[in-house]
C-alpha cells in the first residue's frame, strides 16, 4: 500500500493560500501539555481520504493587518473572527490562535465557519502535530500548578466528562395512540463553550490515534485526586476508562501504527501487610485492557519488530527480558543490556516465539539479532526467523564487522551469511 505523506498533505494545504507562521506554532505548542508521539509517515491512506472528504474545508481567509494583528475571513471579505495573533491553520480544518480578553492573552481553536471549537479561555493547547483530532488544553494557576483538560474535535469536554441532566420528552406509543406524557431523563455532552475552564490537576498526554476507528487515546496522571493521585490509565476521545487508573506507569509501545495499542504497564505491590516493602512489576497489555504478558517482577518488554506481510497483515513481536533481580529498568534493550539475564520474543497473542539465554541484541549494522540457546550464540532476522542456529562460543560487533568464534576459530559473519 503506498501511503501518503504529512508532506504531500501540507502541500496540499499551503496552495489554498492559507497563512502558516511556524514562529506561533512554536510559541502555541512549548507547554507541558505536549503531545507525546509523531505519527508522521504512519498514517494509512484512510486517514487522508476523511480530509479529503470533508465538506468543511478551511476555504476562509486568514488576514494580517498592518498592527499585525488577524483577521479571519470569508471567501467575500466578511469578517469571521477579529484580533486575533499568532494565528496559524491545522492541516485545512481548524485555526489556533491567541486573543486578547480581560484576563490577558489566551489561546483558543476555531473551525473554518469562524465557530469557537475551544474557547479562547487557555495559557496553552497541545494537539497532536500530525492528527489534530483533539486538544489538550490547560491554565496555569496562582500557585504555579497547571490545570489540563481535554476538548474532542467538535468542541465538547472529554476530560473532565461534564454530563447534564435534562429532561427531554419521549415519545410512547401505547395500542396505536401516542402518548406524550411520559418523559425521563436523559444525558447529554456538554461543549467547551458552555463550560469553559472545566479542568482538573493531571499530567495528560496523547497516546494514541486509532486510524481504524478514528479515535484518540491519552494517558492521564491524576495529581489532584485522593483516590488515584500518582495513578495513570487511558482514557479514550468518548471519555471511557478503557484502562482503568491503576498504574504507576503506562508506555506505548506500537503507537500509530494503524492497529491496536500495546502498552507496558507498570505496577508496584506489596511484599508484606505492612505495604513497607514493595516490589515493582510490569505486564503487556492491549488498549482494551487484555494482559498479553502478565506481570511479573524484573521484566522489561518493548516492541521487537512491526512488520507487514506480502498480504497487508502486521505481525505485532514483543521481547520480554528478564532482569536482574531488584532491577526496576525500563527502556531499550540497547540501553539496560547489562540488567538483563535472558530474553523472549512473543508475540501479540503472547504466544513463546523463541527463547534465548541472554539479552536478544542487535548489530549495530545490519537487521540481526544475536541470541543464546545451550550456551551458543546463534542469529535471527528482524522477523524472529532463525538464520544461523546457535553454535559460536561468541561474537564481536565492530559495526561495519561482525566477527563469530567457533572452536577457538575467529571468522566474519559476513562469510558465512549475506550481511545487508
Same mark, same amino acid.
Given at each position: 500500500m503506498i501511503k501518503k505523506t504529512i508532506k504531500a498533505a501540507y502541500t496540499n494545504f499551503l496552495s489554498s493560500s492559507m497563512f502558516f507562521s511556524a514562529v506561533a506554532a512554536a510559541t502555541l505548542m512549548t507547554t507541558s501539555a505536549q503531545a507525546t508521539i509523531n505519527c508522521a509517515g504512519y498514517l494509512p491512506n484512510s486517514y487522508f481520504e476523511r480530509i479529503e472528504n470533508n465538506n468543511e474545508r478551511f476555504a476562509d481567509k486568514l488576514v494580517t493587518l498592518e498592527d499585525n494583528s488577524q483577521q479571519l475571513q470569508d471567501l467575500n471579505g466578511n469578517i469571521l473572527l477579529a484580533g486575533l495573533t499568532d494565528a496559524y491553520a491545522l492541516m485545512n480544518k481548524y485555526l489556533i490562535a491567541s486573543k486578547d480578553t480581560a484576563k490577558g492573552k489566551k489561546t483558543g481553536v476555531v473551525n473554518a465557519a469562524g465557530e469557537i471549537i475551544v474557547p479562547f479561555a487557555y495559557d496553552a493547547i497541545a494537539t497532536? %502535530? +500530525?492528527?489534530?483530532?483533539?486538544?489538550?488544553?490547560n491554565v496555569t494557576m496562582p500557585d504555579g500548578a497547571t490545570n489540563q483538560g481535554i476538548i474532542d474535535r467538535d468542541g465538547y469536554w472529554v476530560y473532565p466528562a461534564i454530563k447534564n441532566n435534562e429532561r427531554q420528552q419521549q415519545r410512547r406509543i401505547d395500542n396505536g395512540y401516542g402518548d406524550y406524557s411520559d418523559t425521563r431523563p436523559t444525558q447529554r455532552r456538554v461543549k467547551a463553550v458552555d463550560a469553559p475552564l472545566n479542568l482538573t490537576a493531571a499530567a495528560i498526554s496523547h497516546a494514541h490515534y486509532d486510524s481504524d476507528d478514528d479515535? +484518540?487515546?491519552?494517558? *492521564?496522571?491524576?495529581?489532584? +485526586?485522593?483516590?488515584? *493521585?500518582?495513578?495513570?490509565?487511558?482514557?479514550? +476521545?468518548?471519555?471511557?476508562?478503557?484502562?482503568?487508573?491503576?498504574?504507576?506507569?503506562?508506555? %506505548?509501545?506500537?503507537?500509530c501504527a494503524g492497529q491496536l495499542l500495546y502498552l507496558q504497564a507498570v505496577s508496584t505491590s506489596s511484599l508484606s501487610l505492612d505495604k513497607v516493602e514493595t516490589q515493582q512489576q510490569t505486564a503487556l497489555l492491549d488498549q482494551n485492557a487484555n494482559i498479553i504478558i502478565p506481570f511479573a517482577p524484573n521484566q522489561n518488554i518493548e516492541l521487537f519488530n512491526n512488520w507487514v506481510s506480502n498480504n497487508g497483515d502486521h505481525s505485532l513481536l514483543f521481547l520480554s527480558s528478564t532482569l536482574i533481580k531488584g532491577s526496576i529498568a525500563t527502556g531499550l534493550t540497547q540501553d539496560i543490556e547489562d540488567n538483563i539475564v535472558s530474553a523472549q520474543i512473543i508475540d501479540s497473542k503472547g504466544k513463546l516465539i523463541l527463547a534465548s539465554e541472554a539479552a536478544i541484541v542487535k548489530l549495530l549494522y545490519h537487521q540481526f539479532y544475536a541470541y543464546k540457546r545451550d550456551g551458543k550464540f546463534g542469529f535471527i532476522d528482524d522477523q524472529a526467523n532463525i538464520v544461523l542456529e546457535p553454535q559460536f562460543d561468541s561474537y564481536r560487533d565492530e559495526g561495519d564487522k561482525v566477527w563469530v568464534e567457533k572452536s577457538g576459530e575467529m571468522v566474519r559473519l559476513n562469510t558465512l551469511i549475506e550481511l545487508d
Open positions: 497532536e %502535530p +500530525d492528527i489534530y483530532t483533539s486538544f489538550i488544553v479515535r +484518540d487515546y491519552f494517558l *492521564i496522571n491524576a495529581l489532584g +485526586d485522593a483516590s488515584t *493521585i500518582g495513578k495513570i490509565g487511558l482514557l479514550n +476521545d468518548q471519555g471511557k476508562w478503557v484502562i482503568a487508573q491503576q498504574y504507576e506507569d503506562l508506555q %506505548p509501545l506500537n503507537a
